[in-house]
């Protein structure tokens, strides 16, 4: 089986500030909360997992007024309870799924 992948790295692209945001969950429903925030264009990854965070999400924006917005936009949901930013300066291993 032959797997091709595209991958554009926003780091060249017109957007340029990447994030990864942990998000914990004020009740159950992480599938909905999930697909609600997925359809937001500035998120590039969006995973439900265990630990601290309900959702881990991987955000990029055009700028940090922009990054503000979006993370706002988050916070602004009633099941979101909090977040928390990791502002990514410079990406060190970005590897496609190997399966």
């Known amino acids: ?3 091709i992948v595209a ?3 926003p780091l060249t692209a017109d957007q340029r500030v990447r994030a ?3 998000i914990k969950l004020a009740g159950g429903q992480h599938r909905a909360v ?3 925030i997925a359809a937001n264009d500035e998120v590039t990854r969006l995973v439900i997992g ?4 309900d959702l881990l999400a991987e955000i990029s924006c055009k700028d940090n007024e ?3 917005d979006t993370i ?3 916070q602004a949901m009633p099941q979101v309870q909090a ?3 990791f502002i990514h300066f410079s990406t060190a291993k970005d590897a496609p799924d190997t399966f």
Do not use: V
């Open 1 to 3: 089986m032959i797997r």
């Open 7 to 9: 991958r554009l790295n």
């Open 20 to 22: 990864s945001i942990g």
């Open 34 to 36: 999930a697909d609600e």
């Open 50 to 53: 265990a630990g601290n965070f």
């Open 66 to 68: 922009h990054l503000l």
């Open 72 to 74: 706002s936009q988050l």
């Open 83 to 85: 977040t928390e930013a």
